[in-house]
């Protein structure tokens, strides 16, 4: 199973629907929410973001791919669900 | 602070903002007033309603972009969209904002 991770926020409705997509599909996985971690973890995280334009969250990265927004169908087929 | 008070005042200054540009609020009642309880909790932590779904990063001019309704700075974006990012606003002509997905900026065609 491909190692899943994420960046959220714990104000974002569809983020609260990303995490309880992989739970509900038993898909373990890692996030850090944004807006409660320290200044440091959030320059780290903004960096990634940049680096693939995103300008929001959810940031999802399921093996090697990175997913920006809550897409359920995508994230299906990275995981071959 | 009386949250649900503050809540319909952002409701009806958003109204004024977002009308001319297109926009309407979420038919979704649920998540409509899921999200503006968020940004009540983010004005009374930052002072300002930013956007429950994307980061605040301490950089003046790019947080500006984040202030609810954040539609004028992201409009290319949220056009194709036909929603803003975290769904509180959705063209007037939606009916259906559940069969709206989040798209990423980069995934947006360019011109």
Avoid at chain 1, 43 to 67: C, H, N, S, W, Y
Avoid at chain 2, 2 to 12: F, G, P, S, T, Y
Wanted: hydrophobic share 35%; charged share 25%; with cysteine.
């Amino acid at each position: 199973m491909k190692k899943v991770s994420m960046y959220t926020l714990s104000t974002c409705p569809w983020c609260r629907k990303t995490k309880a997509f992989f739970a509900s599909h038993d898909v373990p996985y890692d996030f850090i929410d944004y807006d409660l971690a320290d200044e440091a973890t959030q320059k780290r995280i903004m960096a990634e973001l940049d680096a693939k334009q995103a300008t929001g969250f959810p940031f999802v990265r399921i093996g090697d791919d990175v997913v920006v927004g809550y897409n359920p169908a995508r994230y299906q087929q990275l995981l071959g669900l | 602070m009386n949250v649900e008070a503050r809540k319909r005042a952002l409701v009806h200054f958003y109204t004024k903002v977002v009308t001319p540009l297109g926009y309407k609020f979420t038919p979704d009642e649920e998540l409509k007033d899921f999200l503006l309880e968020q940004e009540v909790g983010l004005e009374q932590k930052h002072g300002v309603p930013f956007c429950p779904c994307q980061p605040i990063t301490g950089e003046r001019a790019h947080d500006m972009t984040l202030v609810c309704p954040c539609i004028p700075f992201h409009r290319a974006h949220y056009d194709y969209m036909k929603r803003c990012w975290c769904g509180l606003f959705v063209r007037q002509d939606v009916t259906d904002p559940d069969s709206l997905p989040q798209i990423p900026l980069s995934e947006v065609p360019r011109g």
